[in-house]
Each structure stands twice: as structure tokens, then as C-alpha cells.
């Protein structure tokens, strides 16, 4: 090797080594500022911030007359709601409501909070005068950011799957009142920036257990 090339390699060498020990921590504080504002306009108590108690009201409705709610989101949870459900094939309709004291609870919303504070903590525990030795060890750091991020979109993009049983067993369904016979399920979830209130009705069709849902 040559003596431009000994010299050119050393300060590439030195280019690096300022990048890992300057740059990288520069990103990480403005990634960890985003990060910060984020989780002070989450609706729950987050990294020194208690929001639990913004509210937002929705209507949400299923023409024609099938569903209609009208909901108060307080922080994760619904504290308020009045819904009213037409039974599949007949006239009749069920009415039943959330109050206050037994709200419904949106998991969702929690677990999101929960990974996006482990995204800050995976930052926190980088140390400012801390020098990082290799580029794998900055790549797996922002891995692991990347990953509490993507968990906890997921969390509000794709609600967790569950059975009729499932939700028909549901803690959530105590809190109405009046509570609905064994047929009869409901499921509040956040979808992207949406509300969903999905409703199914069981019942049997020559022996088959079926439901409809809307």
C-alpha cells in the first residue's frame, strides 16, 4: 500500500469514527425529540405526560337503522356510549349503554403507548459520551427502535383477531348495561385513525350456528 493510500485510508478511518461518535448521536437525540412529542399527545399517561383524560365523541351508524352508537373515547378507554342494535329478522331492537365507572377498554391504544415509550428507552439507555465501536452496533440499536415503532403501528393498524367466543366472554361486554344475552357481541376497535364498532348476532340455521354481523 502507498503512502496516499495509507493516508487516504486513515482518514476515512477518522471520517468514520467522527460519524459514529458524532453524527450518530445527533440522530438519536432528534429521532428521541420526534419520539417525545409523539408520546406527549398520546392519550394516556406517557413519559411524564398524562393525557388519559382527552376526550373525542363519535357517532358511528350502519344504515339502514341496523346500528347506531354514539361514543366518548376518554384517553384508552370509552367511558360513555349509547347503542342501539336491530335483532336480524324481526322489528325489534336492543338498546344498552357504557357508563362511566365501567368503561370499555381499548388495548390497542395501550399497547401502542407501550411500544412507543420502549422505543424511547431503547435511546435512554445509549449514553451521550457513549462511543460506539462498530456500525452493527449502531444498526442493531436503530433495530431496535424500528421494531418497537413498527409493533406499535401494527397495534393500531391491524386490531388482534378474535373468536365470537372470544368476545362474547369478553371482560369489555360486562361493562354495558343492560348486558346482552349470549347471541349477541360486540367488539369496539381502533382501525388506522377510526373508531369500529362491529356487532354480531348468532344464530341456527338447521342445527349450523351462523352469525351476521354489521
Not at 428507552?121 to 457513549?130: E, F, L, P, R
Not at 401494527?154 to 371482560?171: F, G, H, Q, W
Request: aromatic residues 8%.
Amino acid at each position: 500500500m502507498s503512502e496516499f493510500e495509507k493516508e487516504e485510508a486513515l482518514n476515512l478511518q477518522k471520517e468514520f469514527e467522527w460519524v459514529l461518535h458524532k453524527e450518530v448521536h445527533a440522530a438519536l437525540e432528534q429521532i428521541h425529540q420526534v419520539l417525545v412529542e409523539c408520546a406527549h399527545r398520546f392519550p394516556v399517561q406517557l413519559y411524564g405526560r398524562d393525557n388519559s383524560n382527552k376526550q373525542d365523541k363519535f357517532k358511528l351508524t350502519v344504515p339502514p337503522d341496523q346500528l347506531k352508537c354514539s361514543a366518548v373515547l376518554t384517553g384508552d378507554s370509552i367511558t360513555h356510549a349509547e347503542i342501539s342494535i336491530k335483532v336480524i329478522r324481526t322489528a325489534n331492537f336492543i338498546k344498552t349503554h357504557i357508563l362511566g365507572e365501567h368503561p370499555w377498554k381499548l388495548q390497542q391504544v395501550q399497547d401502542a403507548a407501550n411500544h412507543l415509550q420502549q422505543a424511547i428507552y431503547h435511546i435512554d439507555d445509549v449514553g451521550k459520551n457513549y462511543k460506539f465501536k462498530s456500525s452493527d452496533e449502531v444498526l442493531h440499536i436503530l433495530g431496535n427502535i424500528l421494531g418497537s415503532l413498527q409493533r406499535g403501528r401494527t397495534s393500531l393498524i391491524v386490531p388482534r383477531k378474535k373468536t365470537i367466543d372470544d368476545l362474547i366472554k369478553s371482560r369489555n361486554m360486562k361493562s354495558l348495561t343492560p348486558n346482552l344475552s349470549e347471541d349477541v357481541a360486540l367488539s369496539f376497535y381502533i382501525q388506522s385513525h377510526k373508531l369500529i364498532l362491529a356487532v354480531y348476532q348468532i344464530y341456527f340455521n338447521q342445527g349450523v350456528m351462523k352469525y351476521d354481523s354489521s
